[in-house]
């Protein structure tokens, strides 16, 4: 089966006058001239007592309303000011609670800032062992060198741009005009009416873990996103093509990307839980078994991506195994011939889950081959980049094919895109051939990432442009295999 993705719910970004989520900022005491720090990464007291600003100095920025937010250090805690009896403050929240919520109050002339802790009191810097939430006014402290006034060093201004920071950002009303004006307008049936004509037989489509609670999803989303999968599978079935259900985020995020909602680019899928204490693989389970009961008996739907790219830093193979052979019982309960999909670690072998090919019926590999990220790439010629499909991706691609124990293959991601500058139309078709013979190998076919998109300056993203440019050519035996 040939799939071109369709990203249905990709995000629309704009900048905001204000700090958004994931931002990296650093705050600087005006008196000692010294940086605020997280010593020893976190699990302490915060200090200032650094000439340098690092690591340890660096806090994620988590905004939860016009001026209030949380600040995550080096090991993942929050800077707290909890401990109210001493006024302390320290980096020992373990979640983003009232005490570990601050008002920053922003002098935009000069970057100073005071910040309001929940006791009402501001914090101050008087020692360089220690800061405290006790700086006592009738009034805001005045923007000159005082104890209770920083200044706030922005070293990484909006880093991620998903769905999750668009959201926060606009807030629910604005929101939810953007995005509903996005989904009403970025895709429509006739997309499925042009990939049917051309030859394309189905999509793959992402979708988030609030999807499972539309229309009352969890803030920040809004709801919007399950009537448009709804709209896709009726378009598809109108066209007689498939839908795979790729579930590209989830609860704590599985690889610390945009893409999977994560906050600020940390990942705690694999050990997290919610402020209820239930695991986020819980949760994620339970979004499965949503998507199950829902879209089984659709005659559009071709299979179910249990996960997108977890990544090998953040998620145990033991962990991801478990999860897999969980979501794909609950799969089982709907439909037994409905294909599971599961995801390789990023940064992993895939062959670590061939083994589970001797326990899952109707279930498929899917693996994505960008030669674009990474230092392999960066240096590579016309040549290389074509020989590298051809002789590397073609050995993996056989080599799971041949030892699969059942386990179909799938190529769900890959792009005509490349690290080569001033490389001509004929070196694209080169490189677009060379992909389309190999990843036609694939057992269970392949999706192109993605279908359209709304940046012009990365046209070779855009399936349907490169199509029709010519610089992505059809097979002389057409796209099926």
């Known amino acids: 089966m040939k799939i071109a993705s369709s990203n249905c719910d ?41 000439q340098v600003g690092s690591d340890w100095e660096t806090f994620k920025v988590w905004r939860h309303a016009d001026n209030v937010y949380s600040f995550r250090v080096f090991n993942n805690q ?33 970057n100073r800032v005071h910040i309001k802790a929940y006791n009402g009191m501001y914090l101050q810097a008087r020692d360089v062992n220690k800061v405290t939430a006790d700086y006592m006014s009738s009034s805001e402290p005045d923007w000159g060198d005082n104890s209770a006034t920083f200044e706030m060093i922005i070293t990484i201004a909006s880093p991620l741009h998903g769905e999750y920071q668009l959201a926060n950002g606009f807030g629910p009303v604005d929101a939810a005009r953007v995005l509903k004006y996005h989904r009403d307008s970025f895709i429509s049936a ?7 004509k051309i030859g394309i037989n189905g999509v793959r489509i992402p979708v988030g873990y609030w999807i499972a609670s539309d229309p009352h999803p969890p ?21 007689d093509m498939k839908i795979i259900i790729d579930l590209h985020a989830v609860p704590g995020s599985q690889n610390g990307q945009e893409h999977s909602a994560s906050i600020d680019g940390v990942s705690q899928w694999a050990t997290g839980r919610n402020d209820y204490g239930k695991s986020y693989i819980d949760l994620t389970l339970e979004v499965i078994e949503f998507l199950a009961s829902r879209y089984s008996g ?35 309960r709907y439909s037994a011939e409905t294909y599971v999909l599961i995801s ?52 993996e691609i056989t080599r799971l094919n041949q030892r699969g124990n059942g386990l179909l293959t799938f190529v769900g991601e890959w792009t005509n895109e490349w690290a080569v500058r001033g490389a ?58």
């Open 424 to 481: 001509s139309q004929e070196d694209y078709q080169r490189f677009g051939q060379v992909q389309l013979q190999m990843y036609g190998q694939a057992t269970a076919g392949w999706a192109y990432w993605n279908y359209i998109i709304d940046d012009p300056s990365n046209n070779h993203w855009d399936f349907k442009q490169s199509y029709e440019t010519r610089y992505l050519l059809r097979p002389s035996s057409g796209w099926l295999h």
């Open 219 to 239: 803030k920040p989303f809004v709801p919007g996103s399950l009537q448009a999968l709804d709209n896709a599978f009726l378009w598809a079935e109108n066209n």
């Open 298 to 332: 659709r005659q559009g739907l071709y299979g179910i991506e249990l996960l997108n790219e977890p990544m090998i830093h953040y998620v145990p193979i033991d962990t991801l195994k478990s999860y897999y052979r969980k979501g794909y019982e609950i799969m089982r």
């Open 190 to 196: 006739n997309d499925f009416e042009y990939l049917s």
């Open 78 to 110: 929050f800077i707290s000011a909890l401990n109210a009896s001493a006024a302390v403050v320290g980096a020992t929240g373990g979640a983003a609670g009232k005490w570990e919520r601050f008002t920053l109050t922003r002098n935009l002339k000069n």
């Open 10 to 50: 990709s995000t629309i970004f704009l900048l905001l006058n204000f700090l958004q989520d994931g931002s990296q900022i650093q705050f600087r005491s005006v008196t000692l001239n010294k940086f605020m720090s997280a010593e020893g990464g976190g699990g302490g007291k915060i200090m200032i007592n650094r």
């Open 344 to 395: 390789p670690l990023v940064g992993g072998d895939p062959g670590d889950l061939l083994d589970l090919g001797n326990e899952f019926f109707n279930s498929i590999i899917d693996l994505h081959y960008y030669n674009v990220f990474g230092d392999t790439f960066s240096n590579m010629t016309v040549q290389q980049n074509v020989d590298y499909v051809s002789v590397n991706r073609h050995q």
